[in-house]
C-alpha cells in the first residue's frame, strides 16, 4: 500500500482548544494507519475577511494561496472545527472562502477541493459533540466546493473529559469512532496516490 499524504488542520487557534487536542490525537492515529502526516495551525495562515472588492484590488492573499498549494500537495485532508452557535467558526469558513477563489491557484486552474478526500471531526465540552458544526461543514465543502467527504464522522462529546494522559481518546465508542474515521481517510487517500 502507498503512504498517503494527509493534511490536517483544526478551525481553532485558541490556546488549548479541544480541537487541537483532537487534531493532534488523529493526526497520531493517521500516522500509526502508515500515512504522510502534515499537521497545520490556521494561526500561520492570517487572512482578512472575505470582500470582492479586497481582493479585486489586491488579489487573493499569499496566505490562502500557501494553503491552497499544501491541499493539492495532499491525498487527504482532515478538518476539525470548533462549533460556535451551531456552526462552524468564522476563522475556518472565511478560510475555505478565500481558498475557493479563483486566483489562490495558478493557471491551469485546480481546485484545492477536487481530486482528493476530505473528513471532518469535531469537539465540544457539550453533549452533540460539535455534530452542528459538521452538519454545516459538510455541506459546504461537498456541495459548495465540490469535495469529496467521506461519510464517517467523529463528534467529540464532553471532549474536556475525553482525553487520556497521552492525550489519546480512549474511551468507547469515540476511541473506535476516532480510529474508524482516520483509516478511512487513509484507505480513500490510496486511491489518490496511483
Known amino acids: ?47 482578512p475577511i472575505y470582500n470582492g472588492d479586497l481582493e479585486d484590488e489586491h ?16 491525498h487527504g485532508v482532515l478538518i476539525v472545527t470548533p462549533e460556535y452557535n451551531a456552526s462552524i467558526p468564522a476563522l475556518l469558513k472565511n478560510t475555505l472562502d478565500w481558498m475557493s477563489r479563483r486566483g489562490a491557484v495558478g493557471e491551469p486552474y485546480e481546485s484545492p477541493f477536487h481530486n482528493r478526500v476530505f473528513a471532518i471531526s469535531a469537539a465540544t465540552n457539550g453533549q452533540f459533540g460539535g455534530i452542528r458544526a459538521l452538519m454545516t461543514l459538510r455541506p459546504i465543502l461537498e456541495l459548495g466546493l465540490g469535495a469529496t ?22 474511551e468507547e465508542p469515540a476511541a473506535g469512532t476516532l480510529r474508524r474515521v482516520t483509516s478511512r481517510l487513509v484507505e480513500e487517500a490510496v486511491r489518490y496516490t496511483l
Do not use: C, W
Open 149 to 170: 467527504v467521506i461519510p464517517d464522522q467523529l463528534a467529540l462529546a464532553r471532549a474536556g473529559d475525553a482525553f487520556n494522559r497521552t492525550s489519546s481518546v480512549s
Open 1 to 47: 500500500m502507498r503512504h498517503p499524504k494527509i493534511l490536517v488542520l483544526a478551525g481553532s487557534i485558541r490556546g488549548g482548544s479541544i480541537n487541537t487536542r483532537l487534531a493532534a490525537a488523529m493526526t497520531k492515529e493517521l500516522a500509526l494507519a502508515d500515512a504522510e502526516v502534515t499537521r497545520i495551525t490556521l494561526a500561520d495562515y492570517p487572512l
Open 59 to 74: 488579489g487573493v492573499p499569499e496566505a490562502a494561496k500557501t494553503l491552497a498549494r499544501l491541499f493539492l500537495e495532499h
